[in-house]
Nanobody, 124 residues
Framework: QVQLVESGGGLVQAGGSLRLSCAASGLSFSSSAMGWFRQPPGKEREFVAAISWSDGNRPYADSVKGRFTTSRDSAKNTVYLQMNSLKPEDTAVYYC?????????????????WGQGTQVTVSS
């Protein structure tokens, strides 16, 4: 059974940093891609970043390029989202997701499993 457990959300002031973690189990990591999505209040879920377990491909949304970085620790079966220079518009529930593919995707419908989400709130 696939499980994704996120942690690391919280309240931070604008300009601050947070690191989200997503611990995964039940996956074949060498053939999976992981994604990060967020859902701001009253808005639809949107793509943030993704990472391919096999080749390290890491696409980012334009809104977070240069501020957010995703990485992985294969030994811990965990992916991370380092968020720097946070802005109030980054406030959202952040989700990690997994898909059984070597390739990343920016479309949430392409992902097979989802974590429970973690709240990130950035105050101005």
């Amino acid at each position: 059974q696939v499980q994704l457990v996120e942690s690391g959300g919280g309240l931070v002031q604008a300009g601050g940093s947070l690191r989200l973690s997503c611990a995964a189990s039940g996956l074949s990591f060498s053939s999976s891609a992981m994604g990060w999505f967020r859902q701001p209040p009253g808005k639809e879920r949107e793509f943030v970043a993704a990472i391919s377990w096999s080749d390290g491909n890491r696409p980012y949304a334009d809104s977070v390029k240069g501020r957010f970085t995703t990485s992985r620790d294969s030994a811990k079966n965990t992916v991370y989202l380092q968020m720097n220079s946070l802005k109030p518009e980054d406030t959202a529930v952040y989700y990690c997701a997994a898909r059984f593919s070597y390739s990343t995707s920016t479309h949430y419908t392409d992902y097979d499993y989802w974590g429970q989400g973690t709240q990130v709130t950035v105050s101005s």
